[in-house]
């Protein structure tokens, strides 16, 4: 199983309609998760951090499934700036040395139609 | 809005050659990384660093890669003799806290010819 498990896509969606994407990690160790959002050619930008109990942040909700090791993003009313590859992004368990690198998924490809 | 400033966005560079990338992470920040993107695949990390000593390295980050923080601000990659296959974009990181997210730079674009 991959580290970050993410459907590239390309999700072709309509001007206000409400996508979903979705990630999986194998690590069950795991301790943090992101969304970022990366536009072509540019840096990944952290979208929102993703906390068990679920969280929202204006038109975006992110939910975690620590059971199912699973992560979500959903968008609603989506808009023509939302077109981009949405990354999963994982942070390793603390291994007492310090700070552990970001683990990637390679990103859901999403583009807004008008 | 405190931001991760890199330099330079492109530098091509022949084979064999020796490149250094440097950045400046956020002031306050503790946490330091590095992470490579070749073009249309995912961002893999290479590097983190943390109170001037390496904390983790991926098997990308080989005896031909260094990182050093010669000052209080600047972070720098070395890549002593590189080859074709380091062509990418190299992004800096650099967060508060460990376990918490990290904030990019805009990247250096690294061609190897």
């Known amino acids: 199983r991959k580290e970050v498990e993410q459907d590239p896509g390309p999700f072709n969606v309509p001007e206000g309609a409400t996508v979903a994407f979705n990630c999986t990690y194998s690590n069950s160790a795991s301790q943090s998760f992101f969304w970022y959002r990366q536009d072509c050619r540019k840096e990944p930008k952290l979208l929102m951090s993703?906390?068990?109990s679920g969280n929202e942040d204006g038109r975006f909700t992110a939910q975690l499934n620590r059971a199912s090791q699973y992560i979500s993003l959903l968008i609603r009313d989506s808009k023509l700036s939302d077109s981009a590859t949405y990354l999963c992004?994982?942070?390793?368990?603390?291994?007492?040395?310090?700070?552990?690198?970001?683990?990637f998924g390679k990103g859901t490809h999403l583009i807004i139609q008008p | 809005e405190p931001e991760v400033t890199q330099t330079p966005s492109h530098q091509v560079t022949q084979m064999g050659q020796e490149v250094i990338l440097r950045c400046v992470p956020i002031?306050?920040?503790?946490?330091f990384y590095w992470y490579r993107q070749i073009l249309g695949q995912k961002v893999e990390f290479l590097v983190s660093?943390?109170?001037?000593?390496?904390?983790?390295k991926s098997e990308i980050f080989d005896d031909q890669f260094s990182v050093e923080r010669p000052d209080g601000s600047n972070f720098t990659l070395k890549i002593r003799s590189t080859k074709l296959e380091d062509s990418a974009m190299y992004f800096c990181a650099s967060g508060g806290f460990w376990n918490t997210e990290a904030f990019f730079g805009q990247g250096t674009r690294l061609t190897v010819v």
């Open positions: 992004v994982v942070n390793k368990a603390y291994s007492g040395g310090g700070a552990d690198g970001l683990t």
């Open positions: 002031s306050n920040h503790l946490y």
């Open positions: 993703v906390y068990s």
């Open positions: 660093f943390y109170n001037n000593e390496i904390s983790e």
